[in-house]
């Protein structure tokens, strides 16, 4: 992997009134948890904490999910219920982001005067 850039994967839950993402530490992990629970939880996500995006999709503004949405959504609060279901329910995204956005090369940018 090349300097500036971080693996990042997280599994995307469409819900009826808002989309929710959570990060996982692999999606191996995850797999293995759908058909083995004894696996604990703590080995599969990367923080218990659950982010909507305003349905925006998998893509969106990340912000912390309030009480109130995850018991409208899921009819609990508890992040580790909430987990567990959108972890079953939800799609599993993996990918390679860098760190660093904008000019690559800032030379290349306006030359004025020539």
Known sequence: MAR???SQTKIHYKGKD???IIFIDDAKAAKEWKTDKS???AQVVS???I???HKQ???GTLDGASHSTLDNEFGTHVDEEVIKQIIEKGTIQEG???E???PKNDSMGSRAGH
Request: aromatic share 16%; net charge negative; charged share 25%.
């Open 39 to 41: 696996i604990p939880l």
């Open 18 to 20: 808002d989309d929710f």
């Open 4 to 6: 500036g850039e971080a």
């Open 57 to 59: 999709g998998a893509q």
């Open 51 to 53: 982010f909507v995006t």
């Open 47 to 49: 923080a218990f904490k």
């Open 96 to 98: 390679e982001f860098t």
């Open 100 to 102: 660093r956005q904008g």
